[in-house]
Structure formats: structure tokens, C-alpha cells
């Protein structure tokens, strides 16, 4: 950020007064701006004992296979962005069960949602943002092709909680040494 968006007086970094980090603040108009982290929501959506997988046809990570997820709009919940990906990059309809992974992924300022859903009935296909969208078992996951290591512990800790047949909501930090 450059200018303020109030103003349009060239910003400065400093700490404001009764706060204790840097900010983007504005000087003439004391408007402060915040830069927050960005949210991602997807789900792990699962049909009989197989899971739904996109390949990317977007960087970043063009051709590996994720979850549909992705960034939250403004005005949605997180419920709502994850329905609303798994439509746009799997043109699949799902049931949320409930909040599985929570991700917190400080090396790139972000924090993730991923539910596990149900996928009622095998209809999915490709769209703008997925090149192929297939079902999976186990033993068929493509580990090293996955795009995002919170794709792979959600699938990793989904298969070990199948076994058992109880689904813990999963609270994890990523730090990039991952």
C-alpha cells in the first residue's frame, strides 16, 4: 500500500500510538491499515470410502492434486466459501458434516478451514480452476503429486480417523520448516 484510500497522502509505517507493531498509517487523516492474514475454505469431500481430489489448473502448483479450496470472498462465511469452491473448482454439491483442520500457516499469512463433507452422489467434473477431479481411496492418493502440505495432513489425519471412526476437529501450525 502506497497511498491511503481515504486521502490519497502517501503512507508511512510506523507503530500508532497505543498499539505495538507496525501499521500502514496515514499522517493528514490518521487512518490506520491493517494487513491481515488471508483465509482459505475448502472441504474434504468423501463418497463411499473415497475422497475428491482436483488437479490444479492454476498456479500455484499448476497440474498437482489439491482439495477444492480456496479464498474467501467478503460478505461469506467460512461454511459458504468452502460450498462455494468445491462448486467452482469440482462442480460438485456437498453436505458439510463439520469443521475438521484448522490451519494456521504463518510462513505465508494464512489461515485454513478445511470440512469434511459429504459428497452425495458421484457427480463432479472439471472447471476453469481444475484440470481433472477424480475420486480416491487410499491406497490410490497420489502423495507425492499433493499441491499443499494442509492437503496432505488433512487426507493423512482423514484416513487415520476413519480407522477409528471418530473425526476430531484437527488444530494445526505451519511454520514453513514443514
Partial sequence: MKYCSNCATEIEIKI???????????????????????????????????VLLCKRAIEPRLGYWTLPAGFMELGESTEEAALRE??????????LISLYTLTSITHV?????????????????????????RLFSESEI???????????????????????????????ILTGNQ
Avoid at 109 to 124: D, G, M, R, T
Avoid at 143 to 167: I, M, S
Wanted: charged letters at 25%; hydrophobic letters at 35%; aromatic letters at 12%.
Fill in 16 to 50: 500508532p500510538q497505543g498499539d505495538n507493531l507496525p501499521r500502514h498509517t496515514c499522517p493528514d487523516c490518521d487512518s490506520i491499515f491493517y494487513v491481515n492474514p488471508k483465509v482459505v475454505a475448502g472441504c474434504l469431500p468423501v463418497f463411499e470410502d473415497k
Fill in 86 to 95: 468445491t462448486m467452482e473448482e469440482a462442480n460438485a454439491k456437498v453436505d
Fill in 109 to 133: 499469512s494464512q489461515v485454513q478451514f478445511i470440512y469434511l463433507a459429504n459428497l452425495p452422489e458421484p457427480k463432479f467434473s472439471t472447471s476453469n480452476e481444475s484440470l481433472e477431479v
Fill in 142 to 172: 497420489p502423495w507425492d503429486e499433493l499441491a499443499f502440505p494442509t492437503v496432505k495432513n488433512a487426507l493423512y489425519h482423514y484416513f487415520e480417523d476413519r480407522k477409528k471412526g471418530v473425526y476430531p476437529l484437527r488444530e494445526i
